[in-house]
């Protein structure tokens, strides 16, 4: 079982991650670089947070072309669980792997705070073992993290189950307080909060449990025990 | 062939909130004596410099090179394109 965290130039949540997945929850997980394809035998794909390419165009359009990619669309294709947290979600949007588009804050500011969420889907490969509006303490970290999506895609959304997560409170005027996603087969799968921040006891000072479910989850999914 | 220059004009598409267009409005230009003024909105402009035959051909080069690398996100953003001699 190894799961893919993929490092794009500019990423700077990749070590969080892979710190997460090995020590945390001691899983076999491996970075790759943005320019190389994936080998086959990836149980999951992993996109961090970050800023690839600086932002530049805007969050994720240019590391939506990066080669990697294309192998990361086969295996969306195939059904293997895929996350993207943060500029991972981004890049997952710009890649057209998840509808919508992640617009600057309201508020106009990077906004770094702790927040929670609702969870509104929980049968995802990362949410299985979360309860259906169980609330997560969890960190945002961004500047364009609203996510928007105009009414016949949100209606599109409801209706097939496509929202993973919302916000509990307004955050940052995201259409609906979205603040995760996934595609049609639920396989896919783009938040804008890190889990990766608020999985341990030690970093998150409310509740380290709900946040730690989204990688149980994962592990449940691809069959591994902790 | 000559060259051309394309100006790509990207831009939210109406009805999607622009905040700092908004605020340029409210806290810039309206604080001022400016109140003929009823709307701001920001956008991004790409400055292309391309080799075509003609005008119309330069502009649908480029129209193509934006949708097929997603310059801009349909979803949210509109593009209106300019195409000014060399």
New interface residues.
Partial sequence: MKIGVIVFPGSNCDRDMYHVLTDVFKLDAEYFWHDKGLPKNIDAVILPGGFSYGDR??SG?IA??SPIIKDVKKMAEKGIPILGVCNGFQIL??A?LL???L??N???NFMCKWTSLIVENNKTPFTNKLKLHQKIPIPIANGEGRY???DE?LKKLKKNNQIVFRYSEVVN?SSDRIAGVCNEDGNVVGMMPHPERAAESEINPIDNKPSSLIFESLLNTIGVKN | MATFNVHVTIENKPGISDPEGETILNDLVLKGTHSAISKIKTAKMLKFTIKEKDKKSAQTRVKEICDELRIYNPMVSKVTIDVFDS
């Fill in positions: 165009l805007r359009a939506a072309h949007v710009e057209g509808p919508g588009a617009l600057k309201t508020s106009l928007y999506v105009d895609t005027g």
